[in-house]
């Protein structure tokens, strides 16, 4: 990527899993370790960031100790934070732990030309997504009120089929909807998920949809049935420029997660 400080420098973070003990594992692995060494690694080659993004499903099965180390982690680079929901987390947990000037569940930054809109995809009791109307509502007012910012859009769920059917059992329900406000406001540039553990960089209409690693463990891509990787954990990044153009590319650790034990009832 550009190394323009011209730019705004974005560290995207997405499905961290972090469990309720720090030394916890899950599919043989300790989630935890991984992100804070995908974290460590992004700051220690890129050494600044505007923005740290963390697209959903912080925690496996959220308890206030799990949020709270990932906020210790977090506050140790100064760099503010946005955090939103994914289907394993408790929305109303998170605002009450990310909840500082710098770290928060804010659903609308302004940065330069640009604005970052987050969307709540979750639907309480169930892994696939929806974005609601007041979702949708919220999502336009933001397009409309400025005309003038480009706009990367924030959301765990994925809205394009990932060729995995049963990944895309879990794809936002009303896709079409979202899709169709989206259209309406050519200056949404670039929208950005979680959720599918794995990478997605597709160029549609007018923007680009991008979809993040996991911190921790990988799903395979294109397989009838839930699958994993042992590819490495890896991170986003993405910088924005003040004309509009989006770069982006995923950093992974350098080493394959080589005690996975897999779990083919899913995770």
Known sequence: MTNNTACISILQLSDLHILAAPEDKMMGINTEHYFNACLEQAFTEKHHFDLIMLTGDLAQNPCPASYRRILTSLEAHETPCICLPGNHDDYELMQQVFNTDRIN????????????????????????????????????????????RHALIAVHHHFLETKSPWMDTMIIENSQELLAVVDQYPQVKVITTGHIHQVMDIKIATFRVLGAPSTCFQFAPETPEFSVSDTAPGYRLIELYADGRVESEVIRLPEPLTELQANKHGY
């Open 105 to 148: 569940c804010r659903k609308q930054v302004k940065l330069g030309s640009w604005q970052l809109i987050s969307l709540n995809s979750q639907i309480l009791g169930e892994p696939g997504g929806r974005v609601s109307k007041e979702e949708l509502d919220f999502l336009e007012n933001c397009l409309t009120e400025n005309p003038d």
